[in-house]
């Protein structure tokens, strides 16, 4: 089967933003567009990934309204969600579409706007993807992150600075990052002395609410030739869900959705863990960085956190992750978080991430929806003829 | 490439249902994998088409929620909207899954949870998909009805009872429609006396507020055949859009959305309007089914409702449409509605329609959402060796 492609890509600033989803969107899809030199009527399908517009601001049908604003229109639309994980549920139904035949040229844009929402609000609307019965009795997801860290840190012996010291490499990424919602280094005291949320963890241990759009547009590897040199493939992607009710897991500082999302995105590669050179996890908490890269293999399970200790996570380290920022300074509007994961390593296997430029031939992404409920990974590499392989 | 064939099909009692969405969803997924006699674990993906469980009951994360209750975990799942064709873009979600290769057994599951809310407080959830200054003007999905019937009334000529007889039709067909929500006769008389909603339309003109599902598993051909004789192919599939506004469109008795959908299902399947026997439209409102008739060219423009006064239309007819009871009489739980349809279509093309079977080779079902914003079209036909042909 021919390869996917990914020929354009974009994100708008993310942060408190004077738009509602629409306006974002449109504004990221645009963007794409543009970049990739392509015109809206060669669009055969146009994804949208949003978990919540219309809980978070009473509009719905917003991929018809952004066909309008795009000029896609008569081309198919829809909406894909996945909840915190939408963005990355969107990548894999327009790589579906594609690699299906079904679209020549298929564009995603992920997005939420959140911020004109009380935070009780915002994570109110978050907090009902959990069970009812969890939700009515205090456990939403900050509180499951509370509780799997100290399980993480008793477990394997991690010192709580090393929860913080995710926070520190972030923030400090995002300072490169025009993007990212939060430009602004902190200390590792400003991180362990912030308030309380759920013990261990504190207000620096979290992402923020956010508003903001990202983009990128998809093709059949062949067709990508057409329009530039440099493009990138998506070589793997898969997905996988874990239970809906947390406690019904046997380990909590393990989540099966990303063992197996990420094995089936190496198996379609061709590719192991130990040739991942860049990747952008779901550090919605700061606990979830250390998850992630052991649930993905990048190191033995329990030793995450040696690795920001050995700065081995750093972006001069041996595997940088989130170079972006991530979620934690980047910011995460729900739907468009997958998608901006997607951007970032999009740009490092391309040679594009100026400033956060890392050495990588290959780069992956892994987006969380709840804790670790649903998760799709998405593994890239710079296309054949890209100009980073003739520099 | 390979084509895509449906080897399970269900759906639950429609109605007024006392239990949540997630329960509707697990009534008609469990039904569908025991009658296609697949165990939960071969599942790969699990889709579920739903509009607004969000809105209408506070719950998101449904997928997450069915997959534990289908015990499909850890297949990987996500929800797709398209408002009230939400239904027939998990069939196109589910097909690409299959078609690209992604998934061998895609099982999509569709419903929606409405009952419990107030007339006033489900049609404002569904206007949510209008333009807001269409919306704040009063212009919502009944007043486009109503304007366009006005429209077509006048300008083909027609009389106002025509519109009458397509409830009449569709009613009388719910009757032998075991999960139909309406399964009484009505008589003309009854339906051009009901209260007017959008003059020229009347109460009967319009499909009624349900909850409900249905499910379809999908997969390989090849694969199929390993299961069953009886299974059919989905073989042609295609979606398309419209303006979100609508008064932007040029002739509002023109669904270009359908058009497009149908000329990419036609041409998918290598077949024509002149090929289909059987067909469930989208009548969410009486005049819907005239238009849908025309636009996909089963009568020329301005000729359908000479159809239904010519008894074409009816099940003993040429052109049967709506064999199910449609949306009309049988009921529309938005998510649920497009994949009942295929339901409908799928036991016509391989003889399991009971009282309501018509001679069926070729069927086809046509999702709407919206006035016509985004719309999904689909062919099935029995599969190679389907018991019908043996007989």
Same mark, same amino acid.
């Given at each position: 089967?021919?390869? $996917?492609?990914?020929i354009?890509a &974009?994100?708008?600033?993310?942060g408190?933003?004077d738009?509602?989803v629409r #306006?974002?969107?449109?504004?990221?899809?645009?963007?794409?567009?543009?970049r990739a030199? !392509?015109?809206p %009527?060669a669009i055969?399908?146009?994804?949208?990934?949003n978990?919540a517009s219309g809980e978070?601001?009473?509009?719905?049908?917003v991929p018809?309204?952004?066909?309008?604003?795009?000029?896609t229109?008569?081309?198919?639309t829809?909406r !894909?969600? +996945?909840?915190?994980? &939408?963005?990355?549920?969107?990548?894999y139904?327009?790589?579906q579409?594609?690699?299906?035949g079904a679209?020549?040229?298929?564009l995603?844009?992920g997005?939420?706007?959140?911020?004109h929402r009380?935070?009780?609000?915002?994570?109110d609307v978050?907090?009902?993807l959990?069970?009812p019965?969890e939700?009515?009795? #205090?456990?939403?997801?900050p509180?499951?992150? /509370?509780?799997?860290?100290?399980?993480y840190?008793e477990?394997?012996d991690a010192?709580?600075? &090393?929860l913080?010291?995710?926070?520190?490499?972030?923030?400090?990424?995002?300072? %490169?990052?025009p993007h990212?919602?939060?430009?602004?280094? $902190?200390?590792?005291d400003? !991180?362990l002395e912030?308030p309380i949320? *759920?013990?261990?963890?504190?207000?620096?241990?979290?992402?923020?609410?956010?508003?903001g759009?990202?983009?990128?547009l998809?093709c059949?590897e062949?067709?990508?030739?057409e329009h530039? %040199?440099?493009?990138?493939v998506?070589s793997?992607?898969?997905?996988?869900?874990?239970?809906h009710?947390?406690?019904?897991?046997?380990d909590?500082?393990?989540?099966?959705?990303?063992?197996?999302s990420?094995?089936e995105a190496y198996?379609m590669?061709? !590719?192991?863990?130990?040739?991942v050179?860049v990747?952008?996890?779901?550090?919605m908490?700061?606990?979830?960085?250390?998850?992630?890269?052991?649930?993905?293999?990048?190191?033995?399970?329990g030793?995450g956190?040696?690795?920001i200790?050995?700065?081995?996570?750093a972006r001069?380290?041996a595997?940088p992750?989130?170079t972006s920022?991530g979620?934690?300074?980047?910011g995460h509007?729900?739907?468009a978080?997958?998608?901006?994961?997607?951007?970032e390593?999009?740009? +490092?296997?391309?040679?594009?991430? @100026?400033p956060r430029?890392? &050495? *990588?031939d290959i @780069?992956?992404?892994?987006?969380v929806g709840?804790f /670790?409920n649903?998760?799709?990974?998405a593994?890239?590499e710079?296309g054949r003829?890209?100009?980073r392989?003739?520099?």
């Amino acid at each position: 089967m021919e390869r $996917v492609a990914v020929i354009g890509a &974009s994100m708008t600033q993310f942060g408190n933003r004077d738009m509602w989803v629409r #306006g974002l969107l449109a504004e990221a899809g645009h963007d794409c567009l543009e970049r990739a030199g !392509v015109a809206p %009527d060669a669009i055969d399908h146009l994804y949208v990934s949003n978990m919540a517009s219309g809980e978070f601001e009473g509009q719905t049908g917003v991929p018809n309204a952004l066909a309008n604003d795009l000029g896609t229109i008569s081309a198919y639309t829809a909406r !894909v969600d +996945q909840t915190s994980a &939408s963005g990355g549920a969107g990548v894999y139904a327009a790589w579906q579409a594609v690699a299906s035949g079904a679209a020549d040229h298929a564009l995603l844009v992920g997005g939420e706007k959140m911020t004109h929402r009380s935070t009780t609000e915002a994570t109110d609307v978050i907090a009902s993807l959990t069970h009812p019965v969890e939700y009515k009795n #205090g456990v939403t997801l900050p509180s499951f992150a /509370g509780l799997t860290a100290r399980k993480y840190l008793e477990k394997y012996d991690a010192p709580r600075e &090393s929860l913080g010291k995710v926070a520190v490499k972030n923030h400090r990424n995002g300072v %490169d990052n025009p993007h990212a919602q939060f430009r602004k280094e $902190v200390d590792l005291d400003t !991180v362990l002395e912030s308030p309380i949320v *759920a013990d261990p963890l504190r207000l620096y241990d979290f992402c923020p609410i956010t508003d903001g759009s990202a983009a990128l547009l998809l093709c059949p590897e062949s067709v990508a030739a057409e329009h530039t %040199d440099d493009y990138a493939v998506i070589s793997g992607i898969g997905g996988a869900t874990d239970t809906h009710v947390v406690h019904e897991r046997t380990d909590p500082t393990t989540m099966r959705g990303v063992v197996e999302s990420g094995q089936e995105a190496y198996e379609m590669a061709g !590719v192991g863990p130990e040739d991942v050179d860049v990747a952008e996890l779901h550090d919605m908490f700061t606990i979830l960085e250390f998850l992630q890269s052991e649930d993905l293999g990048f190191f033995q399970k329990g030793e995450g956190w040696k690795a920001i200790q050995n700065r081995v996570t750093a972006r001069d380290g041996a595997v940088p992750i989130n170079t972006s920022g991530g979620l934690k300074s980047k910011g995460h509007p729900l739907g468009a978080s997958g998608v901006a994961q997607v951007y970032e390593v999009y740009q +490092q296997v391309l040679g594009e991430a @100026g400033p956060r430029q890392v &050495s *990588a031939d290959i @780069g992956l992404a892994c987006n969380v929806g709840g804790f /670790g409920n649903c998760v799709t990974t998405a593994i890239l590499e710079a296309g054949r003829w890209a100009t980073r392989h003739r520099r």
